[in-house]
């Protein structure tokens, strides 16, 4: 009982300090460790498995639009970053560099990617010459680097890793079709694979990512009251092709610049999973996602046929497509139950001596504790059914959550005083002047969101919330990670 309690213990309250509590969670559950590498994090097999399960329903999801997985090198020649001024600017500060090869001094300085835009237009431009070349639809699976000066599992690492996608297309029009289409993508996938709500919309210039014409983000909630950015699209225009000089032929032999997008989601999804669904017992993960979704307990496992009837449940659950596990360990029933909770594993299948004789398991809810007993023969039948309850359940208490601290504001004072006192969301109208938005910026530390695609509108002669000033939008704001 002592080492039951000290699990649970382990754990400081999500209600007393929300960043132990996160930090907590991500060590007990054993997803990360520390590394000699000051500001980067070793993956563990349990929070490897959430991302590699993250990665293959991205990427099936992405061939279903005309994807091709591609890989590009992880250096990048300082003169071939420079070609897009705005880009450069905009990573200088995160920049790694690379200045010796060996025992040699390069001579020329090398980036490691933060992101390879410069790679994928110099790629690109021997690539492209007729229209007959476009589009083309590329994706990567890789790692970043980002020289972070304050460093979370997940959320902000010096090295983390991601997807980007970058596209080229011969119209403007086809380009922003694809923007928009991968925004969708992401939507689809935290909605009903994390049971996570967004909110899909466009970023502010001020917002937007270096060098792009338009960025579009999709914005999540955490149990905190704080944003979370959680995957992006970006229209470049023809901005990066002037620039690299990718050009094509078209149908009437002109040359004509392409049209690029770019796009990508990192693992600070797995950071949006523990912030959105965890509770003071650890991780809940959304049975889509989880690596084990079910964990057979036996009880009294030492008693006769006690191991065969678990093992024959445990098949049945295999056989009906579940990701399913048995622990047969020689911890009690109690401490593996905790364990069970800490690392989220959506659902446990209880069965002892007794079960067996009324030919009955207990299913227990990782999300509510619930409590259902069932015959053995339908067990299977039946894990499988309240598991999509549970991830159905999942989104719709976060959606709640998220619908509870969604507020709005159209005069200033209430808009500082709602920032202040309710962690969340913020509706409020802008006159679409950055001035404004770095005053709120400055006066609460609140950044834009972003305008939403829905009900981004404003009657007229509403005034925004800052200057008074006829408001253009409505906008989305709020403290983020």
């Keep these: 009982m002592a080492k039951e309690k000290k699990l ?32 980067c994090m070793v993956i563990k097999p349990a929070g490897y498995a959430i991302w590699e399960n993250i990665q293959s329903e ?43 090869g060996g025992l040699e001094p390069l001579q020329e300085r090398m980036c490691v990617r933060p992101t390879s835009e410069t790679l994928f237009c110099d790629l690109y431009a021997k690539e492209i010459q007729s229209y007959r070349d476009l589009p083309k639809v590329f994706n990567q699976w890789c790692s970043v680097v980002r020289w972070e000066k304050t460093t979370r599992p997940f959320l902000r690492s ?39 709500p ?19 983000t999709i914005e999540s909630l955490m149990h905190d009251g704080k944003a979370l950015q959680s995957g992006t699209s ?4 023809d901005g990066f092709a002037k620039a690299f000089g990718i050009q094509f032929t078209d149908r009437d032999n002109k040359l004509q610049y392409v049209h690029q997008t770019s796009w990508g989601m990192t693992t600070r999804m797995i950071g949006a999973i523990i912030m959105v669904h965890g509770d003071n017992s650890g991780l809940v993960l959304p049975p889509k996602i989880a690596p084990t979704q079910v964990m057979v307990i036996p009880i009294q496992q030492k008693k006769e046929g006690v191991l065969d009837k678990a093992d024959e449940v445990l098949n049945a659950l295999k056989a009906a497509g579940l990701r399913a596990k048995m622990d047969d360990s020689d911890k009690s029933p109690g401490w593996k139950f905790s364990e069970q909770e800490m690392r989220g594993i959506p659902m446990r299948i209880e069965l002892g001596p007794k079960d067996i004789e009324n030919n009955q398991v207990v299913l227990v809810r990782r999300d509510t504790r619930e409590k259902i007993v069932v015959s053995i023969d339908e067990a299977a039948a039946k894990a499988a059914e309240l598991l999509e309850t549970i991830q159905q359940a999942m989104f719709d208490k976060a959606l709640a959550h998220r619908e509870a601290h969604t507020y709005e504001a159209y005069d200033y ?47 007229e002669g509403t005034a925004c919330v800052c200057c008074g000033k006829p408001a253009t939008k409505m906008v989305y704001w709020g403290k983020a990670y």
């Design 8 to 39: 649970v213990e382990a754990i400081t309250s999500m209600e007393e300090d929300f960043a132990q509590w996160y930090t907590d969670v991500v060590k007990k559950a054993e997803l990360t460790g520390y590394t000699s590498v000051k500001g």
């Design 58 to 100: 991205l990427d099936r999801r992405f061939k279903e639009t005309g994807v091709e997985n591609v890989y590009l090198p992880m250096f990048i020649p300082e003169s071939l970053l420079q070609k897009e001024k705005d880009h450069v600017e905009g990573f200088a500060p995160e920049v790694a560099w690379v200045t010796h």
């Design 158 to 196: 010096r090295e983390f890793l991601w997807q980007e996608g970058h596209t080229a297309h011969a119209t403007a029009e086809e380009a922003e079709a694809r923007t928009v289409q991968m925004l969708n993508v992401y939507a689809d996938f935290c909605e009903q694979i994390l049971a996570i």
């Design 198 to 216: 967004v909110v899909k919309g466009r970023k502010t210039d001020k917002e937007k990512f270096a060098g792009a014409e338009s960025t579009y």
């Design 234 to 237: 970006h229209n470049f225009g």
């Design 413 to 459: 004072e209430s808009f500082k005083q709602t920032i202040e006192e309710k962690p969340g969301f913020v509706k409020a109208p802008w006159c679409g002047c950055q001035e404004c938005e770095d005053k709120i910026k400055e006066d609460t530390s609140a950044t834009s969101r972003c305008v939403p695609l829905a009900g981004g509108e404003v009657k």
